[in-house]
C-alpha cells in the first residue's frame, strides 16, 4: 500500500521560508519521479514541481520558478520541497504525489 505522509506547513509572513518534507513508503521510491502538486482555497490542484527518480532533472511551474527547490533522499525515501520568499497566493495544501497518489496534505499559510 503507497502512503505518503506530508509535513512541515505552517503560517509564514509573505517573504519567508517553509520546508515540507513527505514520507514515503509502500512503493520502490528510488524507481520513481515524484511531484508536489498545491490546492489553493477554492480552486483545482495545480502542479508545482516534478524531480526525476534519480534527482538529477527538475521542473517547476512557472508561479514557483527561482523560489521553490524540489529534493530527493532516497536513502530514508523522503521528498523535500524548500519554499522561499512565499506569498500570500502560495497559500494552500500541499500534497506530493506518486502517480495517481497523494497524501493528506500540509496546509501552508502565507500572511501577514
Known amino acids: 500500500e503507497v502512503q505518503l505522509v506530508e509535513s512541515g506547513g505552517g503560517l509564514v509572513q509573505p517573504g519567508g521560508s517553509l520546508r515540507l518534507s513527505c514520507s514515503a513508503s509502500g512503493f520502490t521510491f528510488i524507481d520513481y519521479d515524484m511531484d508536489w502538486v498545491r490546492q489553493a482555497p477554492g480552486k483545482g490542484l495545480e502542479w508545482v514541481a516534478t524531480i526525476t527518480a534519480d534527482g538529477f532533472f527538475r521542473n517547476y511551474a512557472e508561479a514557483v520558478k527561482g523560489r521553490f527547490t524540489i529534493s530527493r533522499d532516497n536513502t530514508n525515501n523522503t521528498l523535500n520541497l524548500q519554499m522561499n520568499s512565499l506569498r500570500p497566493e502560495d497559500t494552500a495544501v500541499y500534497y506530493c504525489?506518486?502517480?495517481?497518489?497523494r497524501g493528506q496534505g500540509t496546509q501552508v499559510i502565507v500572511s501577514s
Open positions: 504525489r506518486h502517480g495517481s497518489e
